[in-house]
């Protein structure tokens, strides 16, 4: 009757499981000392003993006490914890970067520095919080991305190894063998019908998500701030270039299939290590890690926020593939339309970003780098001398290391990194730095349409009584008023 986390109720926790209530998968794991295995909270075997169960916060802590993954549930298969968004303590930065794949391409030393700490200090305060230090949680991030591989794809197991981050065969075949009790063979021989096998470095994938999820206002968002040539959104299907360690990369999903529990996604990359990093980037672009449910329920006991909860159930907080590209968006959009913002972008995509091959011939060039913005960008930006000399700065900061922006950053960091910078206010700064962090808890009071929703509902939004969800509602009040504008079809 144990937990590896002060964060975790051994009581909560076992009622959990109990109920097989599956809002928790993924947000802890139940090991069975019976048994030696662990599971997600709904796994549908026999509730165990309580004298026989510990909670373990990280797949990772139970791993590392020496219990493998279950077979029948597969608690690897489950969303991100949304503590790792709602949260902004160390823990929950380390993890963001971690499944961004920090650690395998620049060691727990990069990790650390990134995140101001030293190795040792991180460690210490890791394994205290989630049961594990960052080499395990890594690892466990690698057992699961492999995991998907073997059961999904028909790639060679060399190459699953490469593409999950793993440094030899070696490594990758214990490394599975110890988590999932199973050879590599094995666990593919277990998946039935083995799909056709890809062109190179294309993959399809299930990105597992909690309902209820807003696809209406997904499609919305997606298409409206759509920037040609470098996206395209066509009903539930969205497809965007990423910009990514190995190169530029193309992604699509298929957003049809939330009912059941998923989306589908394809990606085509230039270097199969980038896998684990374009999947944790398209969950953050499209909030897959969210607990919607505990999100409706407490924005639901405002009463004047209730119907619009009852309108659009599990509204997603958009986040970003690249806080680079991010930020400048942002920049080119200031005080214009959400079109007109598409058309410039798209201009400045077209003229100075790097030419990408797609089949279908929708998507044609990456963002452009700060680099080349910082460059020639005053050859294609249009409008106000002042606004096109901001951008070209903090291109030139960005391009030159002066300025970093990653999701292990806290709020008030990015807040403050950003507000230094010319040509940015508190409502970029807001704006910025909810989608970089994914961060729940910012109420954009100052966003004209945020406020009209607002007026129009009577709601005082001074200060922010719904936290943790104060984005959230920016999000409920921005789709109040450009559906009552009409702008989007209920």
Same mark, same amino acid.
């Given at each position: 009757m144990t937990t590896s986390?002060?964060?975790?109720?051994?009581?909560?926790?076992?009622?959990?499981?109990?109920?097989?209530?599956?809002?928790?998968?993924?947000?802890?794991?139940?090991?069975?000392?019976?048994?030696?295995?662990?599971?997600?909270?709904?796994?549908?075997?026999?509730?165990?003993?309580?004298?026989?169960?510990?909670?373990?916060?990280?797949?990772?802590?139970?791993q590392a006490a020496g219990y493998r993954a279950c077979r029948r549930c597969l608690p690897d298969a489950v969303p991100?914890?949304?503590?790792?968004?709602?949260?902004?303590?160390?823990?929950?930065?380390?993890?963001?970067?971690?499944?961004?794949?920090?650690?395998?391409?620049?060691? @727990? /030393? #990069? =990790?650390?520095?990134?995140?101001g700490y030293s190795t040792r200090q991180l460690t210490r305060v890791l394994t205290a919080e989630l049961g594990a230090g960052p080499l395990a949680l890594a690892r466990a991030h690698r057992a699961t991305t492999a995991r998907i591989l073997i059961t999904s794809s028909a790639l060679p197991f060399s190459d699953i190894a490469f593409a999950a981050g793993f440094t030899?065969?070696?490594?990758?075949?214990?490394?599975?063998?110890?988590?999932f009790a199973r050879t590599p063979s094995e666990l593919r021989a277990q998946r039935g019908p083995a799909p056709a096998a890809p062109s190179t470095g294309e993959l399809s994938l299930r990105l597992a998500l909690r309902g209820p999820y807003a696809t209406g206002w997904v499609q919305w968002f997606l298409a409206a701030h759509? @920037? /040609? #040539? =470098?996206?395209?959104?066509?009903?539930?299907?969205?497809?965007?270039?990423?910009?990514?360690?190995?190169?530029?990369?193309i992604a699509s999903v298929d957003l049809g299939s939330v009912s059941d529990g998923y989306i589908r996604a394809s990606l085509s990359l230039a270097a199969m290590s980038d896998l684990s990093t374009a999947v944790a980037r398209l969950r953050h672009l499209l909030d897959l890690d969210a607990d919607p449910t505990a999100v409706d329920e407490a924005l639901a006991a405002d009463p004047q926020l209730a119907p619009l909860v009852a309108r659009t159930p599990g509204i997603r907080l958009f986040g970003c593939v690249d806080p680079a590209e991010l930020l400048l968006r942002t920049m080119i959009g200031q005080q214009i339309s959400i079109a007109a913002a598409a058309t410039h972008q798209a201009r400045l995509?077209?003229?100075?970003?790097?030419?990408?091959?797609?089949?279908?011939?929708?998507?044609?060039?990456?963002?452009?780098?700060?680099?080349?913005?910082?460059?020639?960008?005053?050859?294609?930006?249009?409008?106000?001398?002042?606004?096109?000399?901001?951008?070209?700065?903090?291109?030139?900061?960005?391009?030159?290391?002066?300025?970093?922006?990653?999701?292990?950053?806290t709020r008030a960091e990015a807040r403050t990194e950003l507000l230094r910078l010319r040509g940015v206010g508190p409502w970029t700064a807001d704006y910025v730095a909810m989608r970089l962090l994914a961060d729940p808890d910012t109420l954009l009071a100052s966003d004209l349409v945020v406020a009209r929703g607002a007026?129009?509902?009577?709601?005082?939004?001074?200060?922010?009584?719904?936290?943790?969800?104060?984005?959230?509602?920016?999000?409920?009040?921005w789709n109040h008023s450009l559906t009552t504008d009409r702008r989007i079809t209920p």
């Open positions: 986390s002060p964060h975790l109720d051994f009581d909560r926790c076992y009622r959990a499981i109990a109920g097989r209530d599956p809002r928790f998968d993924g947000q802890f794991y139940t090991a069975v000392a019976t048994t030696g295995i662990y599971c997600r909270p709904s796994c549908p075997a026999t509730t165990p003993k309580p004298q026989n169960v510990s909670f373990h916060v990280t797949a990772a802590a139970a991100g914890s949304p503590r790792w968004n709602v949260e902004s303590d160390l823990a929950a930065r380390a993890m963001r970067l971690i499944a961004d794949g920090v650690v395998d391409r620049s060691g @727990v /030393a #990069g =990790l650390a520095d990134g995140l030899s065969i070696r490594q990758f075949n214990d490394t599975i063998r110890e988590v759509a @920037v /040609a #040539g =470098l996206e395209h959104a066509d009903g539930d299907r969205y497809a965007r270039i990423l910009s990514l360690p190995g190169g530029n990369g995509v077209a003229a100075l970003g790097a030419e990408v091959d797609d089949p279908s011939g929708r998507l044609t060039h990456a963002f452009p780098t700060p680099a080349s913005v910082a460059e020639r960008g005053a050859e294609v930006l249009t409008g106000p001398r002042t606004r096109i000399a901001a951008i070209l700065g903090v291109a030139a900061e960005l391009a030159e290391g002066r300025l970093t922006l990653h999701a292990g950053m007026e129009r509902l009577g709601l005082d939004i001074a200060r922010n009584r719904w936290s943790p969800w104060g984005s959230y509602v920016s999000l409920h009040l």
